[in-house]
């Protein structure tokens, strides 16, 4: 998402929806008022409440049985303001679009079930650590990889900064998100795993759900 440094940045699409996309918005404000509650907590009660509800990879494989739902809840998570605000950007600008055609209901189950691959994933690679994954990443790069099978030719608005030149060029989205992938993929090639920061091997794997399960998922047929 924007956690990642990039000198394109898209502002908004050509693609309208034909209803308000209220999931979309649901799980922006969920992930907005989590966060809000996150740093609202004392030092003391904030290690608890990640060490709760964030994937902890070691804890997730001794003991899957009771920890299995972190795989949902680490995805309202996030480490800092411009964590939230990139994902929830992404969100808003991709997720409309894949609610309209999925529906409000399927496109939830979608998107959870993106974040819940990433974060398997990202775990299964370092699974005797104790870093706590957190965040809506995998889920949002789900929902781009949905966006790419179905929305390849959409225009995407894109804030393109080269040094001193800035300026807002149209990109095909199969251009946009397809370079978008690539770099990830290597980035996460070039990171190792276990070490804190960003969980680059999760946007891969959630991008791969994404575009992988988007042709077999239903769509709306009201």
């Not at 908004?12 to 308000?20: A, K, S, V």
């Not at 480490?79 to 992404?90: I, T, V, Y």
């Not at 529906?103 to 994933?121: D, I």
């Not at 397809?178 to 996460?188: K, P």
Request: with cysteine; glycine share 10%; aromatic share 14%.
């Amino acid at each position: 998402m924007a956690d990642t440094v990039t000198p394109m940045f898209p502002l908004y699409d050509d693609n309208p929806t034909g209803r308000t996309p209220v999931m979309t918005y649901g799980l922006i404000t969920v992930c907005v008022v989590v966060f809000f509650y996150q740093v609202g907590l004392e030092a003391a009660e904030l290690k608890p409440f990640i060490q709760t509800w964030a994937v902890i990879p070691r804890e997730l494989f001794t003991h899957f049985d009771r920890e299995w739902f972190t795989l949902v809840s680490s995805q309202f998570l996030h480490g800092g303001l411009w964590h939230l605000a990139g994902n929830m950007w992404f969100l808003w600008l991709f997720g409309n679009n894949l609610e309209d055609v999925l529906g409000r209901g399927p496109f939830l189950c979608f998107y959870l079930l993106c974040g819940a691959v990433a974060a398997f994933v990202q775990a299964g690679v370092t699974a005797h650590s104790g870093i706590p994954l957190i965040g809506a990443s995998g889920a949002i790069a789900g929902v781009m990889g949905g966006y790419i099978v179905r929305f390849p030719h959409a225009q995407i608005h894109t804030l393109l900064i080269l040094v001193i030149f800035i300026t807002v060029i149209r990109i095909p989205a199969v251009v946009y998100l397809g370079f978008w992938i690539v770099f990830e993929t290597l980035r996460a090639a070039a990171t190792e795993p276990g070490m804190p920061g960003i969980a680059y091997l999760a946007h891969v794997a959630g991008f791969l759900a994404g575009a992988v399960l988007l042709p077999l998922w239903p769509e709306r047929r009201d």
